[in-house]
């Protein structure tokens, strides 16, 4: 079976600094990764994924994440927040060999940028 | 904008009453997606799309909800004697295609059950 678990269900960072939301799955075999952000009352909108090749993606609005098969992991990060940032992040996983192909997602990590 | 449309965007409804949602992904895309997402939740999964035929549904999707895809274009997603707990953002999504198929979101309607 596979899931996704995502530490903290809230984050508060400064502006200007590090974000950091982690997110870890549970795979019998790798797993496609993505994360995506939602805006209140809006859907989501992918910031990266990872299929193969470099484990380091970059995405949109300068967030990257990292693929730690070792640790199956795929934590997501930013240098500088900015209160842009400010939304509902989620992790979330594909099987390669699904009929479905469809997205499991974790339960959501809320970032809070404070001034 | 992703280029996939939901309406209607919110629906407040009565106990009992039957709802029904439309979605219209984007147009060259043969597969769609609905998932529901609950307060707190991330989405889940309810069902997908090949053209106009359903291929898989979830556990979650119970005998009152149906969906259609008539003419492989846009879809219907119905929620027939509606409860309390089928409150919740209906999520549509129109994939790509390919092994790498990214999935775009559309806006969801938020349901609310009194």
């Known amino acids: 079976a596979q899931s996704v678990t995502q530490l903290g269900s809230h984050v508060s960072v400064s502006e200007g600094a590090l974000v950091l939301l982690r997110c870890n799955y549970s795979?019998?075999?790798?797993?496609?990764l993505f994360w995506y952000v939602q805006y209140p009352n809006q859907g989501l909108q992918l910031l990266l994924k990872?299929?193969?090749?470099?484990?380091l993606v970059k995405g949109i609005n300068g967030f990257e994440a990292e693929f730690k098969k070792s640790e199956t992991s795929f934590h997501l990060t930013k240098p500088s927040a900015h209160m842009s940032d400010a939304a509902e992040y989620f992790c979330?996983?594909?099987?390669?060999?699904?009929?479905?192909?469809?997205?499991?997602f974790g339960t959501g990590t809320r970032l809070t940028v404070i001034p | 904008d992703t280029g996939v449309s939901q309406d209607p965007r919110h629906k407040i409804t009565k106990r009992g009453q039957n709802v029904t949602f439309r979605c219209d992904p984007i147009?060259?895309?043969?597969?769609l997606y609905w998932y529901r997402q609950t307060l707190g939740q991330g989405p889940e999964f309810l069902t997908y799309?090949?053209?106009?035929?359903?291929?898989?549904k979830s556990r979650l999707l119970s005998d009152r909800f149906s969906a259609e895809r008539p003419k492989g274009s846009f879809s219907t997603l119905e929620i027939q004697r509606t409860e309390q707990g089928d409150s919740a953002m209906y999520l549509c999504?129109?994939?790509?295609?390919?092994?790498?198929?990214?999935?775009?979101f559309g806006p969801g309607t938020r349901l609310t059950v009194l």
């Open positions: 799309f090949q053209n106009e035929a359903q291929l898989e």
């Open positions: 999504a129109s994939p790509t295609s390919g092994a790498y198929n990214e999935q775009f």
């Open positions: 979330a996983v594909r099987l390669i060999q699904t009929g479905a192909n469809n997205l499991f």
């Open positions: 147009s060259e895309h043969n597969r």
């Open positions: 795979s019998s075999v790798p797993p496609y």
């Open positions: 990872y299929t193969t090749g470099a484990t």
